[in-house]
């Protein structure tokens, strides 16, 4: 199937890069900015990156999420999936903030009563990238030792067509690609993407039923 042959090209992201910008100075930024921010922030060792998302960023990332609802739903694993958390390691001098935090622990999840005062880290990230970023970000995943990573990347305005999902596995310390899901080993990008186009085609609700029913033809994964 080929996918997103009738969507229209995205506007570029908005991305700016700060250098020579210390830990103290990052914190207060955040402080400054406020919970209500918009901008999604990456820093690593004193460079700062601004993206502000727009409205196609935001809604596929809010696509993926509710299919990773409906798989926690469907095989009867408790998920817990945060948007736009903000995960840092002062040790590191780095932070990151993907689109997308599944934490497959309840007893772990960073609501959880019994969970450690610690920062809690995710199981699964999504990272949606319309626009190339600045920074590298899967040295910085890998880093926080984060088991498995999405991307979901465009090529932007000159290929509106070209947009694909990677799937990166943790293994030694650096990331391998992989065709298939880590937590999920049934679902493959591919499927990742066919739901992203029929949820274009044929509106949300349609093709949550339509995975639903792949689901179940795969004998609960």
């Known amino acids: 199937m080929k996918f997103f042959q009738n969507r229209k090209p995205a506007p570029n ?6 250098s020579k910008v210390n830990w103290a100075k990052f914190e207060a930024l955040l402080l400054e900015m406020g919970e209500g921010r918009s901008a999604h922030l990456t820093y690593d060792r ?6 502000t998302p727009l409205a196609e960023h935001e809604r596929s990332s809010k696509l993926v999420e509710s299919l990773l609802l409906l798989l926690s739903d469907e095989l009867k694993q408790p998920v817990l999936v945060q948007r736009s958390r903000l995960l840092k ?17 309840p007893k772990t999840s960073p609501l959880s009563p019994s969970a450690e005062p610690t920062e809690t880290l995710p199981d ?20 926080f030792a984060i088991p498995e990573v999405w991307r979901y990347l465009s090529a932007g305005e000159r290929q509106p067509t070209t947009r694909y999902l990677r ?6 310390q650096s990331y391998t690609e992989s065709d298939r899901s880590l937590h999920f080993p049934f679902l ?7 739901f992203l186009d029929q949820s274009d085609t044929f509106g949300l609700m349609p093709s949550l039923r339509l995975l639903r029913e792949w689901l179940q033809q795969q004998g609960g994964g």
């Open 167 to 172: 799937i990166y596995h943790l293994k030694n």
């Open 46 to 51: 004193g460079a700062l990156e601004l993206m």
């Open 188 to 194: 493959t990008a591919a499927t990742v993407l066919q």
């Open 13 to 18: 992201e908005q991305r700016i890069v700060l």
């Open 89 to 105: 390691r002062f040790d590191l001098q780095q932070a990151v903030e993907p689109d997308i935090c599944c934490f497959f622990d």
């Open 124 to 143: 699964l990230i999504m990272e949606v990238a319309l626009t190339h970023s600045s920074l590298d970000k899967l040295p910085i995943y890998a880093n």
